[in-house]
T-cell receptor
Framework: KAGVTQTPRYLIKTRGQQVTLSCSPI?????VSWYQQTPGQGLQFLFE???????NKGNFPGRFSGRQFSNSRSEMNVSTLELGDSALYLC?????????????FGQGTRLTVV | TQLLEQSPQFLSIQEGENLTVYCNSS?????LQWYRQEPGEGPVLLVT?????EVKKLKRLTFQFGDARKDSSLHITAAQTGDTGLYLC???????????FGTGTRLQVML
């Protein structure tokens, strides 16, 4: 079966702009989580959506937001981009999002803010 | 302060050597996961350990969960170039799919 698909793979934006990243989970998976990966901070949890509702949120400013559609596809948006937002953004899907279930990651979107 | 500290941070070895990577915390966890992330890819789950003292083997990889469920180790026997990657331990600290990752160990296996 197809894996988690993230688009676009690469993105270059200017400070102050906004960006939208997309994630299509594995078919049938209802939980989608987003993570930010940087060399300095490592992999950090952004938020998780399940059945179109945000269930968990990490410690990121309000400029970071997301949503999930009825087909479980998810988008995350970052407004007023800062240089420090340059990172690899990873999306993970799981069947029900329960503890100890396997999360499948996409290849990520590499965002560069200049 | 990081919840999960991994050591070493970097490791460069020759093919055929053995190595051990550690994941330590002062907190107790009900389970712990190990992931490997290759360049340009997302992390891939290797194993989940759930019982204190548990040992799991995956071909040349041996995973152990500490008796007190505060730490874990990953041992690779006779490393191969295909083992190159970023090794991450992680715990599910939230209600669901909210993983907290360790600081990571970047492994380079050379011919």
């Amino acid at each position: 079966k197809a894996g988690v698909t993230q688009t676009p793979r690469y993105l270059i934006k200017t400070r102050g702009q906004q960006v939208t990243l997309s994630c299509s989970p594995i078919s049938g998976h209802r939980s989608v989580s987003w993570y930010q990966q940087t060399p300095g901070q490592g992999l950090q949890f952004l938020f998780e959506y399940f059945s179109e509702t945000q269930r968990n949120k990490g410690n990121f400013p309000g400029r970071f937001s997301g949503r999930q559609f009825s087909n479980s596809r998810s988008e995350m948006n970052v407004s007023t981009l800062e240089l420090g937002d340059s990172a690899l953004y990873l999306c993970a899907s799981s069947l029900l999002g329960r503890t100890n279930t396997e999360a499948f990651f996409g290849q990520g979107t590499r965002l560069t803010v200049v | 302060t990081q919840l999960l500290e991994q050591s070493p941070q970097f490791l460069s070895i020759q093919e055929g050597e053995n190595l051990t990577v550690y994941c330590n915390s002062s907190s107790v966890f009900s389970s712990l996961q190990w992931y490997r992330q290759e360049p340009g890819e997302g992390p891939v789950l290797l194993v989940t350990v759930v019982t204190g003292g548990e040992v799991k083997k995956l071909k040349r990889l041996t995973f152990q969960f500490g008796d007190a469920r505060k730490d874990s180790s990953l041992h690779i026997t006779a490393a191969q170039t295909g083992d190159t990657g970023l090794y991450l331990c992680a715990v599910d600290t939230g209600t669901a799919s909210k993983l907290t990752f360790g600081t990571g160990t970047r492994l380079q296996v050379m011919l």
